[in-house]
């Protein structure tokens, strides 16, 4: 049976990227590892075998470049996907990003169009440290012109990247490595999911949570406690920082009153200061507590996996705050937290957490 | 190409005298001095063939083809101009002409033209690309990026460098080692080929043997076009006064007007008539005079229209 079909995001973009290209030949994949024997840790094995070496390039280590020539043969009516390994190394793409991509059809008065899909992964734990770990959504996140999709569940990786590449804006697709790893049925056939905003990953009335990316499993886990608790958290998958449709969030927020962002990211100017900020001018009225943004600290990301402990925000840190917002006594919290903090202790902090694989 | 040279030139002349009623009001980077190499280039391809140009755009766009009403409106910031007011005179672009767009950061257009030939590769075109870049540009790792893969693919695109000797207020010879522009392209397994600027015979040879290379599948071109910018880099003015070039030295370089140059080789052959060039003037005069009232009567977009087209 088809509902039985159970696979990884990183299994679900590959077979995302292989139905794009069968769909439409102006579909083509650039980047560096895209043809070697790892396949971008899997979502672009056997596609080199499938499509040949015309429309699966394994790109020069020339970021900026590579971004122009993908720009230049989108205009000219290709519709590229090109993948970055990191974010780090995208950061020499910027030129071209900014400037060319998210701006082309502005200019051009409505005439050229820049159909593009840019893939990049955000590295976390093993001691990958400053250079391999960043998780910089804002800065794509900041420039009108380009689309921002930050998946977390297999299904949504699908759907979201196969209307990636149908849409006729560049859009930078935020791939957190972790979120890899998780797990969902997937259907095996074609099916989009329109790049217009969040969905409601948990139904609750008391906080609501809006997580980007891999949060959204620790926000998970941390309402499943605080049901136990007695606080029913609405957990709010962002999945699209840009454009981003504050409406879902506003609705929440009007039947629960309180929010929390909890960010792979920054948490300074980062994607929860601009939702928060936006929550406090729209809906302020319906706010019983002051929001409340977690993420990571203002530094870079350490190395040694004693220095990073407390660096990723846990669903132990969203339990304690969501805790706080909801004026839940130390009484009701004590045992509740005791219970999640030796779950989440099983599990060093530098590893995936093993049940945030799913299914979800 | 006499005619495209001294189209060129008269614009630039105009849009010079008339930058101080400040009702242009966008930076201007004028071609005056550079026709030869546009006019030149333009010349050896075909309308279906694309340029991708930077902010010292008005020549290559007039050069292609480009719609005169449409640039001058834009310079204006009305409507009506090519980019309906949103780019500005480094942005011209006119894609019914192989005018594809003009990008004003140095060496950012480059790529985007390997991109477009890239293109005609996957979907089998018979077409070329070519992209304009100053003798900067060969700084910017961009540059080299994007001839490393144009040479792995052998894509059919021209990388024509227009070497003027200066960024901006800066000599040639104060940022870049005495080294012939063609061996950075022989490092990269990319034919080369120098020739005057301002000779727009030699221009238009050597282009019409990089295309013809290109169309066999031969892959990519360096042309290295040494001239000679006028004017200030950006504004309508002179400079030479101002302290990082000599009169002397411009008055060299205006010695080899190449609009002049052209004009007595070809009154020389008998091929540029009495008269003919007077006719010519008047033409592109009467026609210079109707886009600029055209471009003047034009409405201004309105400023609610200014969010449209972030997205497509």
Same mark, same amino acid.
């Given at each position: ?74 205009i ?42 840019? +893939? ?66 997937? @259907?095996?056939e ?16 008391d ?12 926000? !998970? ?18 999945? &699209? ?7 879902? &969030? ?28 936006r ?20 530094h ?7 220095l ?22 130390e ?30 | 190409?006499f ?50 140009s930077?902010h ?38 006119? @894609? ?12 950012s ?8 030939a890239?293109?005609? +590769? ?32 052998? !894509?059919?695109?021209?990388?024509? !460098? ?24 022989r490092?990269?397994a ?25 169309? +066999? ?96």
């Open positions: 049976m088809a509902e039985a079909r159970i696979i990884s995001v990183a299994q679900a973009l590959q077979e995302a990227t292989d139905l794009a290209m069968a769909r439409d030949p102006r579909v083509y994949l650039m980047g560096e590892g895209v043809a070697d024997p790892k396949g971008i840790f899997g979502t672009t094995s056997g596609l080199l075998a499938k499509y040949g070496r015309e429309r699966v390039i394994e790109m020069p280590i020339s970021e900026n470049g590579m971004t122009g020539v993908a720009i230049g043969s989108a000219g009516g290709q519709r590229p996907i090109m993948v970055h390994q990191r974010v780090d190394f995208a950061l020499l793409s910027l030129e071209q990003l900014f400037n060319n991509a998210a701006k082309t059809h502005y200019v051009s008065n409505g005439y050229h169009k820049v159909p593009m899909v840019v +893939r990049m992964i955000v590295g976390r734990g093993w001691g990958q440290g400053p250079a391999h770990s960043q998780s910089l959504e804002t800065l794509f996140a900041y420039i009108p012109g380009l689309k921002l999709v930050m998946p977390a569940t297999a299904f949504e990786a699908k759907g979201l990247l196969l209307a990636a590449v149908e849409d006729d804006n560049p859009v930078i697709f935020l791939e957190h490595r972790w979120v890899h790893y998780s797990t969902g049925h997937v @259907p095996q074609w099916y989009k999911i329109p790049l217009e905003g969040s969905r409601i990953a948990r139904l609750g009335q906080l609501t949570i809006v997580a980007t990316s891999y949060m959204l499993f620790e926000a !998970l886990l941390a309402a499943k406690y605080l049901a136990e608790a007695g606080i029913e958290a609405e957990v709010i998958d962002l999945m &699209i920082a840009r454009p981003l449709n504050m409406a879902p &969030i506003l609705d929440s927020l009007a039947k629960t009153g309180r929010l929390m962002t909890v960010d792979t990211g920054f948490v300074t100017h980062g994607l929860g200061a601009e939702i928060v900020a929550a406090v001018e729209r809906g302020s009225s319906s706010l019983r507590a002051a929001p409340a943004r977690l993420g990571l600290p203002d870079p990301t350490p190395s040694s996996r004693e990073v402990r407390r660096y990723y925000p846990v669903s132990l840190d969203i339990l304690d705050k969501a805790a706080a917002m909801a004026g839940l006594s009484e009701r919290l004590a045992p509740v937290r005791a219970c999640l903090s030796i779950e989440r202790d099983k599990v060093p902090f530098d590893v995936p957490y093993p049940a945030f694989r799913g299914p979800f | 190409m005619r495209t040279m001294l189209r060129i030139r008269m614009v630039e002349e105009m849009i010079a005298a008339r930058y101080s009623e400040q009702e242009m009001r966008c930076p201007v980077h004028l071609s005056t001095g550079q026709e030869a190499v546009p006019a030149g280039v333009c010349a050896a391809l075909t309308r279906r063939d694309e340029i991708v930077t010292r755009c008005h020549a290559h766009y007039l050069a292609k083809g480009g719609d005169l009403k449409a640039m001058l409106a834009e310079i204006y910031g009305r409507a009506t101009g090519c980019c309906g007011g949103r780019g500005g005179s480094m942005h011209l672009m006119d @894609p019914s002409v192989g005018m594809a767009l003009s990008l004003p950061v140095v060496s257009a480059i790529p985007v033209a390997v991109g477009l890239l293109g005609y +590769r996957q979907r089998s075109e018979d077409r070329v690309s070519a992209t304009f870049l100053g003798d900067g540009s060969v700084e910017e790792g961009v540059f080299h990026e994007s001839m490393n893969f144009a040479a792995l693919k052998k !894509l059919p695109v021209l990388f024509v !460098l227009e070497n003027n000797f200066y960024a901006v207020y800066t000599k040639l010879a104060d940022w870049q080692p005495d080294r012939p522009f063609e061996e950075l392209a490092a990269h990319v034919p080369a080929a120098r020739a005057d600027g301002n000779d727009v015979s030699m221009v238009a040879s050597a282009t019409a043997e990089a295309v013809a290379r290109a169309r +066999r599948g031969g892959g990519p071109t360096l042309l290295v076009f040494d001239t000679y910018r006028w004017r200030e880099h950006c504004g309508p003015g002179y400079d030479n006064d101002i302290g990082y070039r000599s009169e002397d030295e411009f008055l060299a370089w205006r010695e080899r007007d190449p609009v002049d140059l052209l004009r007595r080789r070809l009154t020389a052959k008998r091929v540029l008539r009495d008269g003919e060039e007077q006719t010519m003037t008047s033409s592109i005069r009467s026609e210079i005079e109707a886009a600029l009232q055209a471009a003047r009567a034009a409405p201004f977009p309105q400023a609610h229209t200014a969010a449209d087209h972030v997205y497509g």
